[in-house]
């Protein structure tokens, strides 16, 4: 079985500051794990992933995190923050077994990130 | 399309009809999701499909809910007898194949009254 904690469901910080966002999994089995952003009004978007390889990816936009197996976490972090990084974030791990598929996706809580001016 | 479709975008039902959510996936994704959105919850997953057949469908919370994908392409998620725990947001995505990302639809908010 997975399951996926978001500790904080609302972050509020102020531009340019730097934000991370916290999660963590559980999981039976090896798992891929995922960040997607949630705009308002907007389906979810895939913000970064990770598959394989460094422990550390990356997003066109600032954003990176760090896959931590020792202590099952997969946070996300982005050094100076702007107002339309405003929105939902969710993490999520899909298991990594035989037949399994990558949309088959277990989701946290979310966690509400807001900046402000 | 450019991107997953789902239609309508809102849904008003009175409690006990019957609605029908469709979801347009990707032009050429092999695999279609449909997910569950409770207000301030992450998504939930409800069923999968692979062309036309579904592998899962272990996420249904009941006998109410049924899903289809006749040809592969669109998908038609219904729930008969609609109640108000029913209230949420319905989420498509689709991926081109089972190892490959899943894109997201806007969704479908089902209110029920």
């Known amino acids: 079985a997975q399951s996926v904690t978001q500790l904080d469901s609302q972050v509020p910080v102020f531009e340019e500051a730097p934000v991370e966002l916290r999660c963590n999994y559980s999981?039976?089995?090896?798992?891929?794990l995922f960040w997607y952003v949630q705009y308002p009004n907007q389906g979810l978007q895939l913000l970064l992933k990770y598959l394989s390889g460094s422990t550390l990816v990356k997003s066109i936009n600032g954003f990176e995190a760090e896959f931590n197996k020792s202590q099952t976490s997969f946070h996300l972090r982005k050094p100076s923050v702007h107002i339309s990084d405003t929105a939902e974030y969710f993490c999520?791990?899909?298991?990594?077994?035989?037949?399994?598929?990558?949309?088959?996706?277990?989701f946290g809580r979310g966690t509400q990130l807001t900046v402000w001016p | 399309g450019a991107g997953v479709s789902q239609s309508p975008r809102y849904k008003v039902a009175k409690r006990g009809q019957d609605v029908a959510l469709r979801c347009d996936p990707i032009s050429g994704h092999v695999s279609l999701f449909w997910y569950q959105q409770a207000l301030g919850q992450g998504p939930e997953f409800l069923t999968y499909?692979?062309?036309?057949?579904?592998?899962?469908k272990s996420g249904l919370p009941s006998d109410r809910f049924f899903a289809e994908r006749p040809e592969g392409s669109v998908s038609t998620l219904k729930i008969q007898r609609t109640q108000q725990e029913d209230s949420a947001v319905y989420l498509c995505a689709s991926s081109l194949a089972g190892y490959t990302e899943a894109f997201f639809g806007q969704g479908t908010r089902l209110t029920v009254v």
């Open positions: 499909f692979q062309n036309e057949a579904q592998l899962d």
């Open positions: 999520a791990v899909s298991p990594r077994d035989r037949g399994s598929t990558l949309g088959r996706l277990y």
């Open positions: 999981s039976s089995v090896s798992v891929y």
